[in-house]
């Protein structure tokens, strides 16, 4: 089981996706949507593995996003890394 602070770091990163979904670009939306999945299986699956810390989200987004970035065209990865970099300055500032 996840503790309240896992849970409480996850719902803050949820907020990234939520605000480029009513206040992106087009391109943030896409990114948003895209990362969304990554992050949401990553979770699922920290939380399934018994190993739900707040510093193992983000390295295993990235992996996954690295480990499917052959499906993505160069201009797509920049997008999603800009919502990486988001995701990142957000996570910094959660207590």
Do not use: C, W
């Not at 018994?50 to 983000?58: N, S, Y």
Request: charge should be negative; avoid cysteine; proline fraction near 2%.
């Amino acid at each position: 089981m996840a503790s309240a602070a896992f849970n409480h770091f996850v719902q803050s990163l949820e907020t990234v996706f939520d605000q480029a979904v009513t206040d992106g670009t087009d391109d943030e939306l896409f990114a948003s949507g895209y990362l969304r999945g990554h992050f949401d299986l990553v979770v699922a699956q920290l939380e399934l593995n018994d190993a739900a810390r707040t510093d193992a989200v983000l390295p295993a987004v990235q992996a996954s996003v690295d480990n499917a970035k052959h499906e993505l065209a160069p201009a797509d990865m920049t997008h999603i890394q800009a919502m990486l970099d988001r995701l990142e300055a957000a996570a910094a500032q959660v207590d």
